[in-house]
């Protein structure tokens, strides 16, 4: 019984690290691209993972409360991230040429 914990533990820790990376890069692309066409794509795709991240959260989770208090916790956390990290600019336009 206790390793099952430990694993369900696991678990959630590494899908809350993948969707803070993910979503903090979606989130980086979205700035870049807000007059862009491709915004639509990032925007899409942030909301797909974040449903997902929520869909597992309920599935693991014993109660549905817990599932949205964490995620609460981790959407406070990629707040944080943007707020100490910054946004990591992303180039909109193509280059010709070397560097």
Do not use: E, W
């Not at 990376?21 to 692309?29: E, F, K, T």
């Not at 909301?47 to 693991?60: G, K, N, P, R």
């Not at 599932?67 to 943007?82: E, H, M, P, R």
Request: proline share 2%; aromatic share 20%.
């Amino acid at each position: 019984m206790k390793k099952n914990h430990l694993l369900t533990f696991f678990r959630l820790f590494v899908n809350s690290i993948v969707f803070l990376v993910i979503n903090y890069l979606l989130g980086c692309a979205i700035f870049s691209f807000q007059h862009h066409i491709a915004f639509i794509l990032f925007f899409s795709v942030d909301m797909c993972v974040q449903d997902a991240h929520i869909d597992f959260l309920v599935s693991t989770m014993p109660k549905k409360v817990y599932a949205y208090i964490l995620y609460g916790i981790t959407l406070l956390v990629l707040f944080c991230l943007f707020l100490f990290l910054g946004i990591l600019p992303i180039a909109t336009t193509f280059y010709k040429g070397g560097i």
